[in-house]
């Protein structure tokens, strides 16, 4: 393990990424805009992805009534993890939301369903909050307020295999386009105690499906006794950080729990009432975590689409600025993240060193400016030869796709 690997506490808030205040409270960091550029980007690849996988993207609220969560069994088999509940009166308590799965048992609960409408795949970018202890608490990785991909699929027994590999292949190529590296895949297993729902089938159903999956997907994974929710088991994908400390950051779960407490159903082929299953599944698990760890994976030089700043125009002098504006302009409406960096910040060798995480540098001296053309310079120093400005600019829109690859 190094000792002098990259913290992405130190860097974040160097790099202008995220930051906290204690009358906000601990754990409950704040996104500057460069984090919140960085964020977005990231919402929105994800929200791509699963609309191309056919997943129904909806909103829920982030508070639930205390019965829900009993329902649900968090209030019996989570509560120590929940924030204690808020009188309304009148007997009435609301519950910030320690999961998204109750509320998504309702929406599918609020419309009946035949099976030629499963697998439905309902997913959202939604807020969970968590009662951590101040203790452990650490800059994105350990905060009371979560933004979670998550995604609940309800389809037939039959179907939870397919699922379940869609899901894994779907993190694998997120993890592709992110530059991310599983550390190893975990089969979460149940353990001893009263931490989890007593229904020793529902148990061996769900393991015996999960287990079939991995082992078809050719993926070598270990099994771990009480790593598993309390209403199923799951598979986690690991990684680890530069110090090789390890955290769970997707998931994949099997829950036959909560169909049964909520009564969900849907009409058969036959025309009988028949129990969906839930299919949980997270492809970059939480915003926040995800980001910490591509702070540090990446030391802030992120992915040309995850940037925060794709393009920096670099006009040499003044007499160059009214081209690097409408430069800035045309790359704007290409929707790029850029910034003009005039002279009045410093030399063109200051500024360049200035933005050396920016993946493209755009130079306009005289001789750009009388030819119309750009010098892009990439972030490890290359230079690519002088092109026209439109031409210059499409090839750094087609790089900074969402889900592109890194520059330089």
Partial sequence: MTTDAPDHRTLGRALGLFDSDKLMGAGLPYWLPAGAAVRHALERYIHEAERRAGYRHVYSPVLGKRELYEISGHWDHYREDMFPPMDLGGGEQMLLRPSLCPHHALIYRSRAHSY?????RMAELGGMYRSELSGVLGGLTRVRAITLNDAHIFCTV???????????????RAYEALDIRPARYRLSLPG???????????????VVLLREVLDDSGLPYEAAEGE?????PKIDVQ???????????????????????FDLRYTGADG?????????RSIIGSVERVVAHLIERHGG??????????????????DQLALADDVRSRALDLGLRVELVPRSHGTLSARIRA????????????????????????RNGERLPAEPAGAALRRVAGACAPGGGAAG
């Fill in 116 to 120: 030629r409408e499963l697998p439905l």
């Fill in 158 to 172: 039959e179907q939870v295999a397919h699922e379940a590999r869609a899901a894994l292949e779907m993190i694998r």
């Fill in 192 to 206: 001893g105690g009263g931490k989890y729902v007593a229904a020793p089938e529902m148990w061996r159903r769900s």
């Fill in 228 to 232: 598993a929710a309390f209403y199923g």
């Fill in 239 to 261: 990684i680890a950080d530069p110090a090789g400390r390890e955290s769970t950051l997707s998931t994949v779960q099997v829950d036959f729990h909560q169909p049964e407490r």
């Fill in 272 to 280: 009988a009432a028949h129990r969906p299953v839930m299919v949980h």
């Fill in 301 to 318: 030089a992120f992915p040309a689409w995850l940037a925060p700043v794709q393009l920096a125009i670099l006009p040499v002098g003044d």
């Fill in 355 to 378: 933005g050396r995480l920016i993946p493209y540098q755009a130079v306009i001296g005289t001789r750009e400016a009388a030819a119309g053309g750009l010098s892009l310079r990439l």
